[in-house]
């Protein structure tokens, strides 16, 4: 069983950077694919990002290439989402998940984190 706890959320302003960071426990932390998703209310849950189980292949949402950068360092156990150039429409609960497989499929996730708002101002 694997936990994972978010944190970094909070509110900027449209073009500022947030760091979203995850921490995670109770399992083998690189034999799971990290993925960040995010899900606005009436609405379904988007993959942003995910970073396979070595750091080296990474792969992301065409609405957030080039501003956002997924990372992990498995001796801390932790996956990181740095975004930069913040638009409004980043607005959302982010989601820090892991798999087994390398997809972008949310059902193909087994964990998930509790969650993290970012709101994006104007």
Known sequence: QVQ???????????GASLRLSCAASGGTFSSYV??????????EREFVARVAWKGVNTN?????KDRFTISRDNTKNMVYLQM???????????????STSYTSAAA?????????QVTVSS
Request: proline content about 4%; some cysteine.
């Open 60 to 64: 992301y949402a065409d609405s957030v």
């Open 34 to 43: 990290m993925g960040w998703f995010r899900q606005v209310p009436g609405k």
């Open 4 to 14: 994972l706890v978010e944190s970094g959320g909070g509110l900027v302003q449209a």
């Open 84 to 98: 930069n150039s913040l638009k409004p429409e980043d607005t959302a609960v982010y989601y820090c998940a892991a």
């Open 108 to 116: 193909r996730y087994n964990y998930w984190g509790q969650g993290t």
